[in-house]
């Protein structure tokens, strides 16, 4: 994205790549970490609602709008930085990858219910969470 919020050529450099990638690091260890204190502390387990990657989803959400919404605002500058932030941690900390695999789980476990309303909830609130965290840059 560049800074005014158009879309860009990517450029593919070693620099570029070790950006992304120590963002990525980043954002899958707080992934693991966020996910391991909520199942904890909560007690979820493989047949409960997956709330540990709904939060998680939202709270990625949430940063990539305000990650977003600070560039096209001017306030990130740096093309590398914007990506460490964006395709780099926000990408490594949340991954749908997770949540196609729960909803299959989910539908084979025969919740259909809950696999609907996890869908729902986690298109419509991660809308929601990208939006606020872009006002919320916005109003910086």
């Not at 693991?32 to 609602?49: K, N, P």
């Not at 729960?102 to 729902?120: A, F, H, K, P, S």
């Not at 990208?130 to 910086?140: D, E, I, N, R, S």
Request: some cysteine.
């Amino acid at each position: 994205m560049g800074a005014r919020g158009e879309t860009s050529t990517m450029v593919l450099s070693l620099k570029t790549l070790l950006y992304i990638g120590c963002g990525c690091f980043v954002g899958g260890v707080l992934r693991y970490l966020t996910s391991y204190v909520i199942c904890s502390r909560w007690g979820i387990t493989a047949t409960d609602m997956p709330w540990h990657t709904l939060l998680i989803n939202f709270g990625g959400c949430l940063c990539m709008g305000l990650f977003c919404g600070l560039a096209t605002g001017g306030l990130v500058e740096s093309p590398h930085l914007r990506l460490a932030l964006t395709a780099g941690l926000c990408g490594g900390y949340s991954t749908l990858a997770a949540f196609a695999f729960e909803n299959t789980m989910l539908l084979r476990d025969g919740q259909y219910w809950l696999c609907g309303g996890y869908i729902l909830a986690t298109v419509v609130g991660s809308l929601v969470c990208f939006g606020l965290g872009y006002a919320a840059a916005k109003a910086v």
